[in-house]
């Protein structure tokens, strides 16, 4: 009879745990210890110490061979450990030598042989390596000091035999195999749950087996899936549940699900909890930004001021083991709660946690963007992690965000005001020369702004480039030597707003665009990410397959162009699962709310409102394209003294008043409410009011995005391309933002129902080509309204 002991080894020995790993990490991870030390250090001095690698490689003679590639897999108890490194140099000599050179700041005069352990530790690796591959019996490790500030070296020589080596290489796969036990023993315990789990309700809902059929088969064959799942089908659990088969039966690694709100991780994790009481066993880990989960918020991120930051890497380790023994669910509070107990910085805890949980809920710009991503998981080599992108719709712009950068002249105004004063101390007055030059470079684009106050360049500011860098260069030295300086803090942000618009300028080519702007009395120089598709490319290369869904992905070309270039991607449209009879939608057809007839349209659609919200007693909401002309029609609608409650959104809330704003919208109400909201704002997405806590919405206008230079470049772009300019800059983000504001009316199988819809243009068949095929609308005019407004009440109930 087959027992669970034995399933458990015939598991072992079908499938191998593969761990890559590079030198430096397995030494750091084995051996780490003291402080998180966040402090500035510069890259213009990270870039020193590579060009004095470069200027000693090129000094030494034939024998030496610079920046050679080492891998070596070591195979223990069913664990691959693949170890890949690249050595400095290799000296061919009677006795082989491994040279590993360090830049320092120290005077060459103060190093001793034995200063820094980890630095021998790494040559004696490469050197187990490069001897077993070339059957080498001794071997010498030489580390060569050079100083960043005159190319000076110290060496420091030792000389080892083959026995001496394997003991020390073995010494150090041995530590890191109690780590890799524990990931064995969990990756076995895992997959044989992955194995009997079955899908976790009774049933499957109406468009839920086929969009987890999608998902799964998008992953096996390592492609992308486009799918529109309306509000209803479970579309967390249908991209989970088949994604988790398929890590079970070795399609993928790793999970990355990927949302723009907070709102949508907790639902996740919700579906992992489920998942969890049907027998699976799982770890998931939910990042959460910095500045929300840091301890001490005031101190800087450096051992003399936190805490946590002091000793964080003596305790790292025994924390890591804790959390990986008791827990399952790395949740924000589960996070804090153990970075506590070991007082270690909870931020950093829960990266490296990262590279142990079996599904990362984080914001898509731990993924994509440059600036921030985890880079741990997305450099070398190509590996089989599953991207599961929830809320795909948000991409678009937040994805143009990530890839593009500005500068501003103004700021660089501020920092040479504060420095004149400094101007002859040492170091300011070469920092403030270069100042100067950027200054003038930002200066001459001004006048390609004579006539107007923009202007648009195909081509990156290449003269620009050769300036920042240098700038970037003399603030390294500033930054580091110069903290009594007023202005340190102004030059600490704009430094790394240069240092992103270089990095920014790398990835440039033709799906950007360079564009100037004069306002508010400044020069503003913007690299402008058009078209994000290659770049997000670049990352979903790293994954098995990737899913791309929301409730509203329409037209689903749309996001397909601008997410991936591949016609062997799948696509999947869904109608909702709700009863049709639950839900009206309508369309005021005689309501004009293009700008130049915005002004005529006030009293119109607050009459309308006015109608809608008497016409049953419960909540409502009314979402307009912009603050003004939310205000303009709520003043319209107060002097019609309607006996209702109006509650109003205004800008820039805080955590605290959003809550305060959505307990307006209570059940059984005996007086309608109105709440007058803005597109695109924090209540038409991501908003859950179920039951009769919402009735009715109506969206004034189709969302338009308003006219600006972006907007023009888009549109510009895509016409050079052949492509729907004006829709794709215009009419398909306005009609995304639309679908979602509607779809906070119905949100469960008892949920019923209005949305009205005011504005002429969705009459159009370029307009409801766009609009789910299931809507249906009701045309109505101000004439009809009441009557065709009771009628569809009468429906529903």
């Given at each position: 009879m087959m027992t669970e002991k034995n399933m458990t080894d015939k598991t072992k020995i079908e499938k191998k745990t593969i761990i890559d790993i590079s030198v430096r990490d397995i030494i750091h991870f084995v051996y780490r210890g003291g402080d998180l030390d966040a402090r500035f250090v510069g890259k213009a001095r990270a870039l020193e110490g590579t060009k004095a690698h470069q200027v000693i490689q090129k000094k030494m003679g034939d024998e030496y061979v610079s920046e050679v590639t080492l891998k070596h897999e070591v195979i223990k108890d069913n664990i691959s450990i693949r170890i890949k490194g690249r050595v400095d140099g290799v000296i061919h000599q009677e006795t082989m030598m491994i040279d590993e050179i360090k830049s320092t700041l120290r005077t060459l005069e103060s190093l001793e042989e034995d200063d820094y352990p980890l630095h021998w530790l790494q040559g004696e690796i490469y050197a187990y390596i490069y001897a077993l591959q070339h059957d080498k019996t001794v071997m010498q490790v030489q580390l060569t000091y050079v100083s960043i500030e005159d190319y000076e070296t110290r060496r420091f020589v030792r000389d080892y035999s083959f026995e001496a080596l394997t003991q020390i290489f073995n010494r150090v796969v041995d530590k890191y195999l109690e780590f890799a036990h524990q990931i064995d023993d969990w990756q076995v315990k895992r997959d044989k749950s992955i194995s009997e789990l079955d899908f976790p309700f009774d049933g499957y809902r109406k468009g839920q087996r086929e969009m987890a059929i999608c998902v799964y088969k998008t992953i096996k064959e390592k492609k992308k899936a486009f799918i529109q799942a309306p509000t209803g089908i479970g579309k967390t659990i249908s991209t989970l549940f088949p994604t988790i088969k398929a890590i079970g039966e070795g399609h993928a690694s790793k999970i990355f699900y990927l949302t723009a709100k907070?709102?949508?991780?907790?639902?996740?994790?919700?579906?992992?909890?489920?998942?969890?009481?049907?027998?699976?066993?799982?770890?998931?880990?939910?990042?959460?930004?910095?500045?929300?989960?840091?301890?001490?918020?005031?101190?800087?991120?450096?051992?003399?001021?936190?805490?946590?930051?002091?000793?964080?890497?003596?305790?790292?380790?025994?924390?890591?083991?804790?959390?990986?023994?008791?827990?399952?669910?790395?949740?924000?509070?589960?996070?804090?709660?153990?970075?506590?107990?070991?007082?270690?910085?909870?931020?950093?805890?829960?990266?490296?946690?990262?590279?142990?949980?079996?599904?990362?809920?984080?914001?898509?710009?731990?993924?994509?963007?440059?600036?921030?991503?985890?880079?741990?998981?997305?450099?070398?080599?190509?590996?089989?992690?599953?991207?599961?992108?929830?809320?795909?719709?948000?991409?678009?712009?937040?994805?143009?965000?990530?890839?593009?950068?500005?500068?501003?002249?103004?700021?660089?105004?501020?920092?040479?005001?504060?420095?004149?004063?400094?101007?002859?101390?040492?170091?300011?007055?070469?920092?403030?020369?270069?100042?100067?030059?950027?200054?003038?470079?930002?200066?001459?684009?001004?006048?390609?702004?004579?006539?107007?106050?923009?202007?648009?360049?195909?081509?990156?500011?290449?003269?620009?480039?050769?300036?920042?860098?240098?700038?970037?260069?003399?603030?390294?030295?500033?930054?580091?030597?110069?903290?009594?300086?007023?202005?340190?803090?102004?030059?600490?942000?704009?430094?790394?707003?240069?240092?992103?618009?270089?990095?920014?300028?790398?990835?440039?080519d033709d799906r950007f665009k360079t564009y100037v702007e004069l306002k508010n009395n400044d020069v503003v120089v913007h690299l402008f990410c058009v078209d994000p598709s290659f770049l997000l490319n670049q990352t979903l290369s790293f994954g098995s397959g990737s899913i791309f869904f929301s409730a509203t992905l329409s037209p689903i070309k749309y996001f397909h162009r601008l997410y991936s270039f591949e016609e062997r991607d799948y696509t999947l449209m869904l109608s909702s699962p709700f009863p049709d009879e639950n839900r009206r939608y309508m369309i005021g057809s005689d309501i004009k709310t293009t700008y130049k007839m915005r002004a005529f349209s006030y009293e119109d659609i607050a009459l309308y409102i006015r109608d809608f919200v008497l016409s049953k007693t419960g909540n409502y909401i009314v979402f307009f394209s912009s603050y003004a002309y939310k205000k303009e029609v709520l003043e319209a609608f107060e002097m019609l003294e309607v006996d209702v409650d109006i509650v109003d959104q205004k800008r820039e809330l805080t955590e605290e008043e959003k809550e305060e704003f959505l307990n307006h919208f209570k059940e059984g109400v005996k007086k309608s409410m109105i709440a007058f909201c803005v597109l695109g704002g924090s209540f038409s997405e991501g908003v859950d009011l179920r039951g009769d806590k919402l009735i009715g919405t109506a969206v004034v206008g189709v969302g338009l995005p308003m006219v600006c230079l972006e907007r023009e470049i888009i549109k510009a772009y895509h016409q050079e391309h052949n492509e729907d300019a004006f829709n794709y800059a215009y009419v398909y983000p306005g009609l995304n933002k639309v679908m979602q504001a509607a779809g906070r009316v119905i949100r469960t199988e008892e949920d019923k129902g209005i949305i009205m819809l005011l504005d002429e243009r969705y009459t159009y068949n370029s307009y409801r080509q766009v609009i789910p095929y299931d809507w249906q609308p009701m045309i109505t005019s101000r004439r009809n309204f009441k009557h065709d407004i009771k009628y569809s009440w009468e429906q529903i109930e």
């Open positions: 907070t709102i949508t991780r907790s639902v996740a994790e919700e579906a992992f909890e489920i998942m969890r009481a049907k027998g699976l066993s799982m770890k998931n880990l939910t990042i959460t930004a910095k500045d929300k989960i840091c301890f001490e918020k005031d101190a800087a991120c450096i051992p003399e001021e936190c805490s946590f930051a002091k000793g964080h890497y003596n305790r790292i380790n025994e924390a890591m083991s804790d959390i990986m023994a008791n827990e399952d669910a790395f949740t924000r509070c589960v996070i804090e709660t153990y970075a506590m107990k070991h007082h270690v910085c909870p931020f950093e805890f829960s990266l490296d946690v990262a590279l142990m949980a079996d599904c990362v809920i984080c914001d898509y710009n731990y993924v994509f963007d440059p600036r921030v991503n985890l880079k741990r998981f997305f450099q070398d080599v190509q590996k089989d992690y599953a991207f599961l992108v929830d809320e795909a719709h948000n991409l678009v712009d937040r994805a143009r965000g990530m890839y593009s950068a500005v500068i501003h002249k103004k700021s660089l105004l501020e920092i040479k005001r504060g420095l004149k004063k400094h101007a002859k101390e040492d170091k300011v007055d070469s920092f403030l020369k270069v100042v100067n030059k950027l200054n003038k470079a930002l200066l001459e684009y001004k006048n390609n702004c004579i006539e107007k106050d923009e202007y648009v360049f195909d081509e990156g500011p290449q003269q620009l480039y050769q300036v920042m860098r240098s700038f970037a260069q003399q603030a390294d030295f500033i930054l580091n030597d110069r903290k009594d300086l007023d202005v340190y803090d102004l030059i600490l942000e704009y430094y790394f707003e240069v240092l992103n618009f270089i990095n920014i300028s790398e990835l440039y």
